[in-house]
């Protein structure tokens, strides 16, 4: 199996790259720390020489990142990650983490570290605070990969803790000893970390670990492989009382954090960290931070919280607030500081998130109030390019019935397809393309489908789920067939009828009448990736008649469904070379018990 490889190099070993012996690992004895500048190591101060990997060491690195470009099997990288993490703790993992080659092997194999690996790997990486690893720009991610990689570590510990549980035991504590080593350099030095360019990534990353949850922008692993699973271990209990302290450091120092955006990005995670883990520490974070940005003013002036909105830095920060601030909290913020002030705040390019964050998570009575505000106005929004707040505004009213007439009568309005009542008919095409009655020239009554929008798309999909469908429901009725298999074909037109099939407002006549209008074009479905996946979804919800008509549909186009990646995978869905041999069969296995059944009835029975 051994093939030769680059001459000096040597042959390949079962590790895929040749195995360098412990004496020359050794980083030349130098224990001295390391000095960073801003774009790297620096080589020492006035001549010193600094540590650093030896050329063979790099080059074995090198090696070895080339091996994990070129692509291993499952077996081979089983092998070839012990053997290369091994290296990587002899070697150091510090030098290892600031070399090129170095950090980028140890970013692609420490997804899959096992936990004594990980805990010798990850000690040497907190050292120094900035002087060290975490304030390097390779170094730095290395330590995210690593700190994410612990949750999951732990919860492998916890599984199989009978068996080796002596140097499980031991390299937990070396894990939970790194962790809150440096939780005190950060918590010590908030401000300085969370400003880094490099230690800004190392401070997410350790709030969501001391959290518990999962990392974000965490390094894909090799083709072919996935990232073992952790099996929910329970949070050590060490790590909340850490995670409050730096949630106090943070606020101690609030008015510094606030800018550039990597201290920013820091307090938004702290805020979404501290809500999912519940605790109290967040409350008294989103609450200091909505007295820095918007403190309360009198009634008279212009609202705080409507300028910080419509700030680029502060925006971003008064958006995570309002995410994770309480019903109580969000009814005195609208009442105080938004309410008579909507119509500006959903026509500005940036406080308009801010009013969608707040319609995301508001209690009913102020969607009611929002509703009662914006509502006639919601044309103006929609003229300047905020479809958003629409969507926001009908998602919000989604879960109260209440409001959900009032909410279409609006948006109907503020597409001019309300009143008269003929236009209605034509809502499905004006609201999925965002475009208002009357817009372009000759506008007529005639229902069509052009373009389908992303927030088109939402805006029909929250209709579908209200409790009285019926104008939707009419509008996509009074489309012609292809129109109705184009809305399918479209990416996100094909999620609308997601919920034509899966909303229980619709009425299952209703739905058989509209999937009676695909007959004919189901090829065109079957061959087409988005079309396709529909397929699939009425297929799983249609009775057995409903699926011989559509197989026999297809069965006649067998030869054009095998030239299509997409057909063919439809085609073995739907078992046609079994349906076209034996069909009895295949109508038994069909009606099976353990085949699911829908409401459609006699679909496509004529």
Same mark, same amino acid.
């Given at each position: ?485 184009? &809305? $399918?074909?479209?990416?996100? /037109? #094909? @999620?609308?009828?997601?919920? *034509?099939?899966?909303?229980?407002? !619709? +009425?299952? %006549? =209703? ?13 065109? &479905? $079957?061959?087409?990736?988005? /079309? #396709? @996946?529909?397929?699939?979804? *009425?297929?799983?919800?249609?009775? !057995? +008649?409903? %699926? =011989? ?19 063919? /995978? ?37």
């Amino acid at each position: 199996m051994a093939t030769a490889r680059g001459g000096a190099a040597g042959t390949r070993s079962l590790s895929g790259v040749p195995a360098l012996s412990a004496a020359r690992c050794i980083v030349g004895g130098d224990t001295r720390p390391f000095v960073f500048s801003a774009m790297g190591v620096r080589r020492g101060e006035r001549g010193r020489g600094g540590p650093g990997l030896e050329p063979d060491t790099a080059g074995y690195f090198r090696r070895a990142l080339e091996t994990l470009q070129e692509g291993l099997s499952p077996e081979e990288l089983a092998l070839f990650a012990p053997n290369v993490l091994a290296e990587a703790v002899t070697a150091g993992p510090g030098p290892a983490a600031l070399d090129p080659g170095g950090s980028r092997v140890l970013r692609a194999l420490l997804p899959r570290a096992p936990l004594e690996v990980l805990g010798r790997v990850l000690p040497p990486l907190v050292v120094g605070g900035l002087r060290g690893p975490a304030g390097h720009p390779t170094g730095a991610r290395v330590l995210e990969v690593a700190l994410a990689r612990v949750l999951p570590a732990l919860g492998e510990a916890t599984a199989g803790r009978e068996e080796e549980e002596e140097e499980e035991e031991a390299a937990v504590g070396r894990l939970e000893e790194a962790v809150g080593r440096l939780t005190a350099e950060v918590t010590g030095d908030a401000v300085a970390f969370a400003r880094h360019p490099a230690g800004s990534f190392v401070v997410r990353a350790l709030l969501r670990v001391l959290g518990g949850t999962p990392g974000a922008g965490t390094p894909q692993l090799p083709p072919g492989e996935a990232e073992p699973k952790a099996k929910g271990p329970a949070l050590p209990p060490s790590f909340p009382p850490l995670l409050g302290q730096l949630a106090e450091a943070f606020e101690e120092h609030l008015s510094s954090l606030l800018s550039p955006a990597g201290a920013s990005l820091c307090l938004q995670v702290a805020l979404e960290v501290l809500h999912r883990s519940q605790s109290p520490a967040c409350s008294r974070l989103c609450d200091a931070l909505i007295g820095q940005l918007a403190p309360p003013g009198p009634a008279s002036a212009e609202s705080a919280l409507v300028r910080g909105l419509q700030d680029p830095e502060r925006s971003r920060l008064l958006e995570a607030a309002m995410t994770v601030a309480g019903p109580q909290r969000l009814r005195d913020l609208f009442r105080r500081e938004l309410k008579g002030r909507l119509r500006g705040v959903a026509a500005h390019r940036l406080a308009n998130h801010g009013l969608q964050r707040l319609l995301d998570h508001a209690p009913a009575d102020v969607v009611g109030e929002v509703l009662s505000e914006l509502g006639p106005a919601l044309a103006e929004p929609l003229a300047r390019g905020h479809p958003g707040v629409l969507t926001a505004l009908l998602g919000a009213c989604r879960p109260h019935p209440h409001l959900q007439q009032e909410a279409l009568c609006r948006l109907l309005q503020a597409f001019g397809c309300w009143e008269p009542r003929e236009r209605r008919r034509a809502c499905v095409g004006l609201l999925a393309g965002l475009r208002p009655f009357g817009d372009e020239e000759g506008a007529e009554t005639e229902p069509s489908l052009g373009a389908v929008t992303l927030h088109g798309s939402l805006l029909l999909q929250h209709l579908l789920h209200f409790r009285d469908p019926g104008p939707v429901l009419g509008g996509l009725q009074a489309l012609p067939p292809p129109a109705l298999a184009a &809305l $399918a074909r479209s990416p996100p /037109g #094909s @999620r609308v009828w997601d919920a *034509v099939l899966s909303s229980p407002a !619709v +009425p299952a %006549r =209703a739905r058989r009448r509209l999937l009676r209008k695909l007959k004919g074009h189901f090829l065109s &479905l $079957a061959c087409h990736r988005n /079309g #396709s @996946r529909v397929l699939d979804a *009425v297929w799983a919800s249609a009775s !057995v +008649p409903a %699926r =011989a008509a559509i197989a026999e549909e297809l069965a006649s186009q067998r030869e054009a469904l095998q030239r299509d990646p997409h057909g063919r /995978g439809v085609a073995r869905t739907l078992s046609l070379d079994l349906f076209l041999r034996r069909r009895r069969l295949w109508e038994r296995l069909q009606a099976a018990p353990d085949r699911r059944r829908g409401l459609l009835g006699p679909l496509l029975e004529d």
